[in-house]
């Protein structure tokens, strides 16, 4: 009885490994040393740990930090760009109509894509059904928020939208000197994020054909919404990422920032004087029956069309972002609170505990939550720095006085981004309605 | 016969050492001027064929083909790119003369102040020449803060305490306050090293005559600086037209568009956007403009030296 118990459980743990060994195939070619371009901090842990398992890989990084007008010249030059790139996932469309990817569906298929990174990804790291790369991290939208601040002036943490109004009516009375939120003048995928949040979206590509549609439902109400907000002077508009943004957060003199997860490590370095006093939480929720969330950043790692060795460059990108050892790496060491990957479930118990920056809570938990609230996604538009662009000066415009309604924004943003788009050569728009 | 031969083949030979030595001269020559043709025509000369070349095509990511002028053609279309003129007409019809103004008085202040003390002054001056653009934007950008700015006392307590400082309609102001920082001292430094290169006889003339030092400086001494202002002027000029290091480091406080002025436009399209043909296009046709508006200044400046002022 028992040998057939202890037969039965070593043929449970050849299938267990035969099936993850699934996920990460042998590597067929010669001795190689492929290079990667990547800003994210420490990755050589995860490099080392990759190479101890695949000996005739060796992977050369160089940091330049965000390098996309080195991408630019040396896509335009024929040749230059390294086997692995990393680059944002709002930014990632473009380069893929550029040109600058490979598909490296021959050593990672869709349907192992999907079950390592879930399907949202797709609309990240594929177009047409090629997939180009891997994501690495997360940019999941949180509210973060000051602990003390909410005590002090009675504050709970909303919930829903509905909530968060309240609450930030009630701060302005009590406390008019500080300030419930900023929103920003400019960081368009903030703004995207926010219909995102909402379940919806303002443009997509499929087929062939690229999406643009800014005055569907639900965009118009999350304009419509920010709009009655600002005239009634609960919120105003700022620039953030500037001196005075910083010296608010530090100071205290902010209550709450929604941002991608990435933030709770930017705080924590470059915000040490409110030590223990934010804490984090779910977005508030447009609709608590059907609870949704968007992202802000993040970066996938994708092959290029220069790389002479795409499949030692796909089995790296694929094992980085996915396995469970190279995770606990990025996490630890590379300072990413939460993965893409399905399979950093996996090692969740070994990473999470609790945070003192952020008063002892366990964050990870909070965050992870939070990501996978992210259940919709969409393709952005190829001409992202453009798209952001417009949106930024018209929301300085509506700061300037310039434009009387908020939700007025959404039609000239749309005609200026469908001008672009046609300026630019692309003749597969369609407009009016989304996929 | 002979004789005649033989003087000629001399003749020949002597001509031959001539030129000999005039070859020698300027193999010479050549030689130490080697070093800077070779990187000269790498690094200036080649790249600006080559935007040459590139200019006539039209390009997607890596793939290009030949379109002729087409680019061209669509810089004469493009308003942005027209657009973007404001900023370097601006600091054209105010930075550069006011810069000069301010100049000329305190190269006139230094010559005054030469026996006491005026060194100190003329160094620190200059010192804002020597500081590289992202430190000073760094603090610049502290400085126009609105929660930490050393002024916002003094603004508060002029009665603007609502009023925010960095704004887009306070931005060409706030150019100007950088850009004439940035380099007043050490344009009067120049206007400083013409003016003591003046005969003193000119001035000590002048003196006997009756006059005081501020009739002395604009009456005799300025005329004479005519051509190192000229200079100035065409030299601040085309810094005025191809303005980019300042206006991109306050793109980082306050939302601009990407055509803020021209070179920003021309590096956006490069390397924002990936369309680098159509940069290198708008390139030359700002080298162009800027060209012409030198040669208008130079031309226009000559010719009133020519024709004489009558005093």
Redesign the interface.
């Known amino acids: 009885m028992k040998r057939l118990i202890l037969i039965a459980l070593v043929l449970i743990l050849v299938g267990i490994s035969a099936f993850a060994a699934d996920y990460y195939p042998k590597y067929s070619g010669k001795p190689t040393t492929i290079t990667m371009w990547a800003w994210t901090s420490n990755e050589n842990y995860s490099i080392e740990e990759f190479e101890k398992v695949y000996p005739n890989i060796k992977v050369k990084w160089e940091n330049f930090d965000v390098h996309?007008?080195k991408v630019?010249?040396a896509?335009?030059?024929?040749s230059g760009l390294p086997d692995v790139l990393m680059v944002e996932y709002s930014f990632a469309p473009q380069f893929m109509?550029?040109?600058?990817f490979q598909p490296i569906n021959k050593w990672l298929d869709e349907k192992t894509f999907i079950k390592l990174y879930g399907e949202a990804a797709m609309g990240w790291c594929a177009m047409d059904g090629e997939i180009y790369g891997t994501p690495q991290d997360s940019g999941a939208m949180t509210m973060f928020y000051r602990k003390d601040l909410f005590d002090q002036y009675g504050l709970i943490v909303p919930k829903t939208k509905k909530e968060f109004i309240e609450q930030a009516r009630k701060f302005k009375k009590a406390a008019p000197h500080l300030k419930y939120m900023a929103a920003p003048?400019?960081n368009t995928m903030w703004w995207i994020g926010q219909v995102w949040e909402a379940g919806g979206k303002l443009f997509d590509y499929s087929n062939g054909k690229w999406y643009i549609n800014f005055s569907n439902p639900v965009a118009v109400e999350v304009f419509e919404t920010w709009g009655q907000l600002f005239d009634e002077g609960v919120f105003d508009l700022e620039?953030w990422?500037?001196?005075?943004w910083f010296?608010?957060l530090n100071e205290g003199t902010t209550a709450v920032v929604i941002n991608g997860s990435w933030f709770a490590e930017w705080l924590r370095y470059n915000a040490p004087e409110s030590e223990g006093k934010w804490r984090v939480a779910i977005p508030p929720q447009w609709n608590p029956a059907k609870p949704n969330n968007g992202m802000l950043g993040g970066s996938g790692f994708y092959v290029t069309?220069h790389s002479k060795n795409p499949e030692a460059a796909a089995i790296f990108v694929n094992w980085l972002n996915s396995h469970p050892a190279s995770l606990k790496c990025l996490h630890n060491y590379s300072n990413l609170p939460i993965m893409v990957s399905s399979r950093y479930e996996e090692v969740l118990d070994e990473v999470a505990g609790p945070d003192a920056f952020f008063g002892g809570q366990n964050i990870v938990e909070t965050l992870w939550e939070a990501h996978q609230l992210v259940n919709t996604t969409f393709v952005v538009l190829p001409?992202m720095?453009?798209v952001d662009?417009s949106l930024?000066?018209l929301?300085?415009d509506y700061a300037?006085g310039k434009i009387k309604r908020f939700a007025d924004i959404l039609p000239r943003w749309e005609k200026e981004v469908i001008s672009t788009m046609k300026e630019?050569?692309y003749s597969n728009v369609i407009t009016g309605k989304l996929p | 016969m002979m004789d005649e031969m033989m003087n000629n083949k001399m003749n020949e030979m002597m001509n031959k050492k001539k030129l000999n030595k005039k070859t020698i001269a300027s193999i010479k020559a050549y030689l130490f001027l080697a070093p800077f043709l070779l990187v000269f025509s790498t690094m200036v000369i080649y790249p600006i064929g080559l935007g040459v070349k590139l200019s006539l095509y039209g390009q997607r990511g890596a793939r290009m083909w030949y379109i002729g002028l087409q680019n061209f053609a669509t810089v004469f279309r493009d308003s942005k790119f027209w657009e973007s003129f404001r900023i370097p007409l601006f600091l054209l019809t105010v930075q550069v003369p006011l810069m000069l103004f301010i100049a000329v008085l305190i190269a006139f202040l230094y010559e005054k102040t030469e026996k006491r003390g005026g060194k100190f002054y003329r160094f620190i001056y200059y010192l804002p020449n020597t500081i590289p653009g992202i430190v000073t934007g760094i603090v610049w950008s502290y400085i126009f803060s609105d929660s930490m700015s050393p002024f916002r006392t003094v603004i508060d307590l002029l009665g603007y305490s609502g009023t925010k400082i960095l704004t887009r309609q306070h931005l060409p102001s706030i150019l100007l306050v950088i850009i004439l920082w940035a380099f007043t001292g050490y344009t009067a430094f120049v206007i400083y090293s013409s003016l003591i290169a003046i005969p003193k006889a000119f001035s000590e003339q002048a003196q006997l005559d009756g006059a005081t030092f501020w009739q002395i400086a604009f009456r005799i001494k300025l005329p004479l600086l005519r051509g190192v202002l000229i200079s100035l002027f065409i030299f601040n000029a085309i810094g005025a037209i191809q303005v980019f290091n300042e206006p991109w480091m306050l793109g980082q406080l306050v939302v601009l568009p990407s055509n803020y002025t021209p070179a920003m436009y021309i590096y956006n399209s490069a390397f924002a956007q990936g369309r680098f043909t159509y940069a290198a296009a708008m390139g030359l046709i700002l080298a162009l403009i800027t060209f012409l508006i030198s040669l208008y200044v130079l031309r226009s400046a000559t010719k009133q030296m020519l024709t004489g002022e009558s005093h």
Request: no cysteine.
């Open positions: 996309y007008e630019q010249t896509l335009s030059a024929g109509d550029l040109g600058a003048i400019g620039m990422w500037n001196p005075d010296n608010s069309s001409i720095s453009n662009e930024s000066l929301l300085q300037d630019f050569g």
